[in-house]
């Protein structure tokens, strides 16, 4: 199998477009047309993750952070970054990123966040806006039905918990061949009236080269007549965090060691106590003070994240409790997710997940 197929499936789970303006996911160095041997998943790539994927026989490494983040003018060894690539390069391993498209899909990393907490009846904390589009097309009444159902079939007319849904308006089109056409219904040089459906779907802007592809094969008229509008509407199953319950409210003492003991954590910060029990929780994998506001007009009970500064915790004011458990502890499950991800797409070839801790911070 090929290296491009796992960054296929990997894409189709996260696609690249979901990715902040500021990251770096996909294919940092390699050539997607090499045959994959074994892989190794982690969260860093560092010099010492790829020696241990020499050592396993691995020539692909999937990790959650991308090791080349900002531009890099040489490549000469100077530092980390450097030397981590052109070990990569000199032993002809590929460095694959799924960083923040990772984090903004509705079963990435903070759904495993999630789990790991027990929290039930999750959403998306954060929805994304400016990431669906609507599809009008319009069809002949008798190909209406098989149109609708490949649109559907491609990804299209999914909202929320629903999938399948479609506008449909009856009418006539009209139309007059011209010649070099070759016209399903009519006759060159003479208007044709026809009974339409105009079919309106909504679509994630990501699948819109698929979808126009169905379209275009399932459609009766070689010209098809279609408008694709971009909405402001949020898109419910992809953002930045994740809101949810627990199965019932704990106090603040006990919903903190619950967090310790589930994140697997030697300690964690948190701010003042608000005076309450803790029931409806908002989390982030990685750096998540950006959320807190979000958090707080959600009337979220508490926020567990990483990555708080000092003066941050000053912003609670009373009204939620923070906990910061740690930048690599929040996320350190995306490997498990991935390689579960992997191993059953693909249980032709060696998944591994790294032995090698990567977290750059120690505690006493």
């Known amino acids: 199998m090929k290296i491009a197929e796992l960054i296929r499936f990997l894409e189709s789970k996260a696609p690249l477009s979901l990715q902040e303006s500021y990251d770096n996911a996909g294919l940092i160095c390699g050539n997607s047309g090499d045959d994959v041997k074994g892989v190794l998943v982690s969260l860093d790539c560092t010099e010492d993750v790829v020696e241990e994927a020499i050592r396993k026989g691995c020539n692909v490494i999937v990790s959650h952070h991308p090791i080349v983040f900002k531009g890099l003018k040489k490549i000469t060894g100077a530092n980390y970054v450097e030397r ?3 070990k990569a390069i000199r032993h002809e391993i590929a460095l694959y990123a799924i960083h923040t498209n990772l984090d903004h899909v509705h079963d990435g990393v903070n759904a495993r966040f999630a789990e790991r907490l027990g929290l ?6 954060q929805p994304k806006t400016g990431l669906l589009k609507k599809l009008g097309v319009y069809v002949p009444l008798k190909g209406a039905e098989t149109l609708r159902n490949a649109l559907f079939a491609a990804g299209a007319g999914q909202i929320g918990n629903y999938s399948e849904c479609s506008f449909n308006l009856e009418g006539y089109g009209t139309y007059l061949a011209g010649k070099g ?3 399903t219904l009519g006759e060159i040089g003479s208007r044709h009236r026809e009974p339409e459906a105009r079919v309106e779907v909504v679509l994630p802007s990501w699948l819109e080269g698929h979808v ?15 408008d694709l509008v971009c909405l402001d509407n949020s898109l419910q199953t992809t953002g930045a965090g994740m809101l949810g319950e627990l199965p019932e409210a704990l106090s603040e003492q006990d919903f903190l060691l619950m967090v310790k003991s589930a994140m697997g954590l030697k300690t964690l910060r948190y701010s003042p106590c608000i005076g309450r029990p803790i029931r409806k929780v908002a ?3 990685g750096s998540g003070s950006f959320l807190l ?5 959600t009337g979220a009970d508490a926020f567990v994240t990483g990555d708080f500064k000092y ?8 009204r939620i409790l923070i906990a910061d458990i740690g930048h690599y502890e929040s996320e350190r499950f995306t490997i498990d ?11 032709t070839f060696a998944v591994h997940l790294t032995e090698t801790n990567t977290n750059p911070i120690n505690y006493l």
């Open 212 to 226: 126009l592809k169905a379209m275009k094969e399932n459609h009766p008229y070689e010209e098809v007549a279609y």
């Open 311 to 318: 003066h941050e915790f000053f912003d609670a004011e009373g």
């Open 337 to 347: 997710l991935l390689g579960d991800w992997i191993k059953k797409k693909f249980p």
């Open 283 to 285: 989390i982030c994998g």
């Open 120 to 125: 039930q009846n999750t959403r998306i904390l």
């Open 293 to 297: 506001q979000t958090a707080l007009r």
């Open 181 to 183: 056409a070759n016209p």
């Open 84 to 86: 981590t690539v052109l």
